[in-house]
């Protein structure tokens, strides 16, 4: 599976969007990029997959690169429910194998 | 709730003890996973079992045993553990149907400590 490089912490003002990058240089044509996240002492959370266009769900959008070598996961108006660390993962069909990172740690200020 | 369960939440075992973590999905998934993380660290995969056969140990060391009598539940046994085993051990479930948009939903974790 490809690697991920995400920062390892990022802040935002609650209310405001939230923009998380990630990393995929070496990704293959077959490989997904997923998000999920981790709030406090909690199992992780699937947030939003992608192949190559851009996705929206209830939570969040992804934009993926057109030559898929990055992405950023964005949460439109963050609120402080939204502190967590968050996972960018890129696997070939199949999520079976997830293989987790550092992740990002967003803290949303109040 | 994501509908994956486990027990006991918390654990405080010696390392001469043997004990063991329960996990039950209510999703009608047929995979489920073992998880290990440890403080700082990324989650580990340590084990995953398709329609209740083992398909993956992730070189886990044998004081870590699992079980998985059915599609439903998934069972972590624990003997002679080291005061390094302790961490946060999850459980997560999928569908396994094939399809991309699956995902793994995960269960709240048991917090465990080897004394």
């Known amino acids: 599976d490809a690697k991920t490089t995400q920062p390892p912490s990022m802040d935002c003002a609650e209310g405001r969007a939230a923009n998380l990058p990630c990393n995929h240089s070496?990704?293959?044509?077959?490989?997904?990029v997923y998000w999920y996240r981790q709030i406090h002492s909690q199992g992780p959370q699937y947030i939003i997959h992608?192949?190559?266009n851009n996705e929206t769900n209830e939570m969040a959008s992804l934009i993926i690169t057109e030559d898929r070598k990055s992405s950023t996961l964005i949460l439109p108006h963050a609120t402080l429910r939204d502190t967590a660390v968050y996972y960018c993962?890129?696997?070939?069909?199949?999520?079976?194998?997830?293989?987790f990172g550092t992740g990002t740690r967003l803290t949303i200020i109040p | 709730e994501t509908g994956v369960t486990q027990t006991p939440r918390h654990l405080v075992m010696g390392m001469t003890n043997k004990k063991s973590l329960k996990c039950e999905q209510h999703l009608g998934h047929n995979a489920m996973y073992w998880y290990k993380q440890s403080a700082k660290k990324p989650l580990e995969l340590m084990f995953v079992y398709n329609f209740k056969e083992q398909t993956e140990n992730n070189s886990v060391p044998s004081r870590f045993s699992p079980e998985c009598p059915n599609s439903s539940h998934l069972f972590l046994h624990l003997h002679t553990l080291q005061p390094e085993d302790s961490a946060l051990y999850l459980c997560?479930?999928?569908?396994?149907?094939?399809?991309?948009?699956?995902?793994?939903?995960f269960g709240p974790g048991t917090r465990l400590t080897v004394l």
């Open positions: 992608g192949l190559k």
């Open positions: 993962i890129v696997t070939n069909f199949g999520n079976e194998k997830l293989t």
């Open positions: 070496t990704i293959s044509g077959n490989e997904y």
């Open positions: 997560a479930s999928s569908l396994l149907s094939g399809r991309v948009s699956d995902t793994q939903y």
